[in-house]
């Protein structure tokens, strides 16, 4: 157990963190003592002493099925700086560096960390990592053919022991998310570990220049392949992503207007093809117009569900106006700007298995327009063609059908020619796409003051 003021060491398992915020817990179950609980005494052999003792670490390796490696990495701020080496309980400096008993000197594993998962690797072919985590970390011994596992368990609270056993035992199907991204080295981040502790007035100067790319938007901007993306977590079952829709309609204003109203939803089908029960976490990012300067996707929302074995959901995001809008530093004000967009969903920032393109405002007029047979967009250009496209909105349905039959592959497109009459009559711009086979939607027809046709339309498209 970490026992110290403000939880103000690293000595033992870490389930919290330390600082002025600090508190301490009624009990603690230790992850020692839940795998016992488990598989008994005699069936453990604990080396307890191991981070730097590594032949012993190795001897218990090669005698055991399975060895499970805890490395914590700890971090605080009040109590344990060296300024403050008077506080009682502050005298466990973390890797025997007297400087540091605070805030982290580098973005390793603390206590010998990384030394003593190859150690015990070295022995064990079965070996498991399980990483108490205040932050990133680097990983070197990732590759490693012999760690089977990793489990981020972070730092996981009184019942450490039993969420832990949970999860290695499979009473429970995992479903956590990493919220930041996991590096292959420490130089793809953009910020770099201050290791000289300064105390005022002398303190460093931090510049963030990197803006609006944090984490995992730094990454994606710089074309930087991390070692586990923003969003990343596994499962003991899988799932299969399809059928992304995108419907709604906006025109742009100069503000964002009222924020809680919805202007777009995007939903897709989330299959659980696996055998077991599982809880998928669905995750939306959107892709603004090059031109305004954005990173290439943020994140806008998630949804997160139980799913039993072979069944489907149909995972839901609503957009409003501040979703989309960008910040105009003139103005002072969220803006929603006309353009094109891209929907993304899947499992985390880097697996984006679906995506569909929407527009705000009108499409821009053109001599012709692509369409995609994956992605059928349907706007009003302008509102002289209002008239014209509510006349001939019915030959519009029939005849398109006869059009996208002529591309059964996902990467042919269509040419339209802007005078004639494949538009939907909605001016400032009214969307639909989806994936797999086009279809007409019911809010087209009211929008032009036409009556959505009772029974079976299929035979429409």
């Known amino acids: 157990l970490n026992w110290s003021p403000f939880q103000g060491s690293n000595v033992g398992t870490m389930a919290i963190g330390w600082g002025s915020g600090g508190s301490f817990f009624p009990y603690l179950i230790d ?40 490395i914590n990495v700890m971090s605080g701020e009040e109590c344990c700086f060296p300024c403050r080496l008077d506080v009682p309980g502050c005298t466990y400096p973390i890797d025997n560096n007297p400087k540091q008993f605070g805030d982290r000197m580098n973005m390793s594993a603390q206590h010998n960390g ?11 072919p079965n070996t498991i990592v399980v990483m108490h985590l205040t932050g990133q970390i680097l990983m070197p011994w990732s590759n490693n053919d012999n760690v089977k596992a990793i489990l981020h368990a972070a730092i996981p609270g009184q019942e450490s022991g ?61 074309n930087i392949q991390p070692l586990y993306e923003f ?3 596994l499962s003991y079952t899988t799932f299969v992503y399809s059928n992304i829709r995108v419907s709604g309609y906006a025109d742009p204003t100069p503000d964002g207007k009222d924020s809680s109203v919805v202007i777009y939803t995007i939903t897709a089908s989330i299959l659980n093809n696996g055998t077991r029960d599982g809880e998928e976490v669905a995750q939306l990012y959107i892709g603004f117009p090059p031109a305004l300067g954005e990173p290439p996707r943020v994140l806008r929302g998630f949804d997160k569900q139980m799913i039993g074995a072979g069944r489907s959901y149909v995972a839901t995001f609503n957009l409003t106006s501040i979703d989309l809008s960008v910040w105009d530093i003139p103005t002072s004000k969220w803006v929603l700007n006309a353009g094109q967009y891209v929907a993304y969903v899947g499992p985390s920032s880097r697996k984006l298995p679906l995506s569909a393109t929407f527009w705000l405002g009108p499409i821009p007029t053109s001599t012709t327009t692509a369409f995609s047979a994956t992605t059928a967009v349907f706007s009003a250009t302008t509102a002289g063609n209002l008239a014209e496209t509510t006349s001939q909105l019915a030959a519009h349905v029939t005849t398109t059908a006869n059009l996208y039959a002529t591309s059964s592959v996902a990467s042919s497109t269509l040419a339209r020619s802007t005078s004639t009459t494949y538009h939907a009559a909605v001016t400032g711009g009214f969307i639909t796409a989806t994936t797999g086979e086009p279809r007409p939607d019911p809010d087209i027809y009211s929008k032009v003051g036409l009556t959505w046709p009772d029974g079976d339309v299929s035979n429409l498209w």
């Open 31 to 70: 992850p020692l003592q839940a795998i016992r609980e488990v598989v008994g005494t005699e069936n453990v052999i604990p080396v307890l002493d191991g981070d730097w003792n590594l032949p012993a670490a190795e001897a218990a390796a090669a005698s055991a099925d399975v060895a499970i490696v805890f």
């Open 114 to 124: 990384d030394n003593l998962i190859n150690a015990v690797a070295s022995r064990n």
């Open 162 to 222: 039993h969420s832990l056993t949970d999860i290695l035992f499979g009473y429970v199907n995992p479903s956590g998310r990493l919220v930041y991204t996991i590096a292959q080295q420490q130089s793809d981040y953009p910020a770099q570990v201050l290791t000289e502790w300064a105390p005022r007035p002398g303190a460093p100067q931090v510049d963030y220049s990197e803006g609006l790319n944090v984490d995992y938007r730094w990454f994606d901007t710089n």
């Open 231 to 233: 969003g990343f977590g």
